[in-house]
């Protein structure tokens, strides 16, 4: 559904975005993280024929934004992270103006209006003019605006700004809803979000792809992807280290430390990537092979936002 290739946006000497290539297909919604100035704001503004790219191409629902910004625009539903509304108008006037603009048919426009506002959450405020409205309520309307012609595609930044915790709830509920028939991408800074509503992840910094692909699939890919934490019977410090590297072999970082009970150990060790896999079932082989007995045993993931920061901190920039 969106195909983009080589993507390269410049402003001036400041380069942008940098070779940027991705595919979204249908049923999709992929998260797009970054940290501020990395260039997601660029990439979606390109998308949505707000901006030419320098260099490469965008593919909306196979049509290019450079050769036909308006057929893509009538497939896109935008909500921009400053969200333009009209404060002196009602939510249904301005629902109505935006109907209108984006060609809804006259004899369908009234049910469009209705499905968005339900969608929405806006029912109990539709005669309402929007100056009066929570910052909440205006985010619902942003977003309201942004369906309320059906498009294929959406591209949502930052859609829950300013929402409260409930109200959270419900707009996540509804882009899960709309991901399942539709084309979404959702740009945020809060990474519980990527994690209970996309499907797929792309990480985005100083200008290029740092990461993409289902979070478990990146994590696959870093250093330190796999941390198991043990207690350990049977066994102190001194003894166990030629034990442990006959589970771990050499390539996993391992610590131990004495328990506060005698012959008691605790033990952690992170998989490298180039590591043997190792999985519960092995270790408790293991354990019983060394006469040593399992107190207590634990294995970490690594976190979206472990992965986050490992690729747009100072080690990922590098």
Not at 115 to 132: D, F, R
Request: with cysteine.
């Amino acid at each position: 559904m969106i195909e983009v290739q080589g993507l390269t946006k410049r402003y001036g000497p400041v380069e942008a975005v940098r070779g940027v290539s991705f595919t979204v297909g249908t049923e999709q919604v992929l998260g797009f993280l970054g940290p501020n100035g990395a260039g997601k704001t660029t990439i979606m503004k390109i998308l949505t024929g707000y901006h030419f790219p320098s260099e490469g191409t965008a593919l909306v629902a196979g049509i290019s934004v450079q050769e036909d910004p308006v057929e893509v625009k009538k497939r896109i539903g935008y909500l921009p992270e400053s969200v333009p509304l009209y404060g002196d108008l009602t939510v249904v006037e301005y629902l109505s103006f935006i109907a209108d603009a984006r060609l809804v048919q006259r004899d369908a426009r009234k049910e469009a209006i209705q499905s968005s506002l339900a969608a929405c959450g806006l029912e109990q405020v539709a005669g309402k003019p929007i100056e009066t409205l929570s910052k909440g309520y205006k985010q619902r309307v942003g977003l309201a605006q942004a369906i309320v012609h059906d498009p294929p595609i959406l591209i949502l930044d930052e859609p829950t700004s300013g929402l409260d915790p409930n109200q959270i709830i419900e707009i996540r509920n509804l882009i899960k809803a709309l991901g399942k028939r539709k084309t979404v991408i959702l740009s945020t800074h809060i990474l519980q979000e990527v994690e209970a509503v996309c499907s797929q992840v792309l990480i985005i910094n100083e200008g290029r792809i740092a990461a993409q692909g289902r979070p478990e699939e990146i994590a696959g890919t870093l250093k330190g992807t796999d941390t198991w934490e043990l207690t350990l019977k049977g066994a102190d410090v001194p003894g166990i280290t030629e034990k442990v590297t006959r589970l771990t072999g050499t390539g996993a970082a391992v610590r131990l430390r004495d328990a506060e009970t005698p012959g008691t150990v605790h033990l952690s060790f992170t998989l490298g990537r180039d590591t043997e896999f190792i999985d519960g079932e092995r270790i408790f082989d293991w354990a019983v092979a060394e006469g040593l007995k399992i107190l207590h045993m634990n294995q970490k993931k690594l976190s979206l936002e472990d992965i986050f920061v490992k690729l747009t901190g100072e080690e990922g920039a590098a």
